[in-house]
């Protein structure tokens, strides 16, 4: 089964929930071109990384979520590493265009839906999030990072997607 990033729901809203996120590393790239066409680029790259390309031709578990976030010129995605991994652990990328980030414990909130994944479904929940935080008056981020969960394979009506916002402290 497929490690889950750790986190702890710090309370559930209406719509959302907040989450606290223990510390966590991620192996990322930035790829220019649209959600579909990053994502693609970059997949094939980090799992290139995870599964021995790397400089100790170490084998790593794939997790989830794999994530991106817009850039101004496309997407920076990202594989989180398992929880156990501790950065001197991590072996060095073989691409100079990957780069490895070790990530303090942060806050996040979160929205989840099921379905089919894109731009225009990511942005509608965006939207949505961006909404319920500031009824509630919860100040965040305004730069997303969509989540995938799920392989390309698993039927759309069983696929986990969120979009998380960092909340500002």
Do not use: C, W
Not at 32 to 37: H, I, L
Not at 42 to 61: D, H, Q, V
Not at 125 to 137: F, I, P, Q, S, T
């Amino acid at each position: 089964m497929t490690e889950i990033q750790k986190y702890e729901v710090a309370r559930t809203y209406k719509g959302f929930e907040v989450r606290d996120y223990a510390p966590f590393i991620t192996v990322s790239t930035l790829e220019s071109g649209n959600m579909s066409s990053a994502g693609n680029q970059a997949f094939r790259k980090l799992a290139g990384y995870i599964f021995g390309g790397n400089s100790e031709s170490k084998s790593i578990a794939m997790t989830a979520p794999v994530t991106e976030k817009p850039t101004k010129d496309g997407f920076e995605v990202s594989f989180v590493m398992p929880a156990d991994m501790k950065l001197p652990d991590m072996p060095k990328p073989q691409r100079e265009n990957l780069k490895i980030t070790e990530h303090e414990a942060t806050k996040m909130a979160a929205i989840r839906f099921t379905g089919t994944i894109g731009m225009a479904s990511f942005e509608t929940n965006e939207r949505k999030l961006k909404e319920l935080l500031d009824a509630e008056g919860i100040e965040y981020d305004p730069v997303p990072i969509y989540a995938r969960y799920n392989a390309p394979t698993t039927p759309f009506f069983l696929r986990r997607n969120e979009v998380l916002l960092l909340l500002k402290p």
